[in-house]
């Protein structure tokens, strides 16, 4: 088994309200900030043991499903490298 982490960020889908993301746009543009849009996400890295880069992928894939996103309303993306 080989040492891995994985980096899950989860974001609303678009079209879903986001007020924290809305709020935050706000006040960067009365800062002076332009921004086209912005989106809040969660980042969890998860340190777990593999055979290989697609077990560990597989395994944190199957975490954001059951627990770290709502796939009805959260989009997420799975990263995985090797720990260092």
Do not use: C, W
């Amino acid at each position: 088994m080989t040492a891995f982490t994985a980096t899950v960020t989860v974001r609303l889908k678009r079209g879903v309200l986001d007020p924290e993301a809305e709020t935050t746009q706000r006040s960067l543009e009365r800062l002076g900030f332009e921004l086209d849009d912005l989106r809040s996400a969660d980042v969890f890295e998860l340190d777990l043991e593999a055979g290989d880069a697609d077990g560990a992928a597989d395994r944190a894939e199957e975490m954001a499903e059951r627990l770290l996103a709502n796939p009805t309303i959260h989009d997420y993306t799975v990263e995985v490298a090797r720990a260092e």
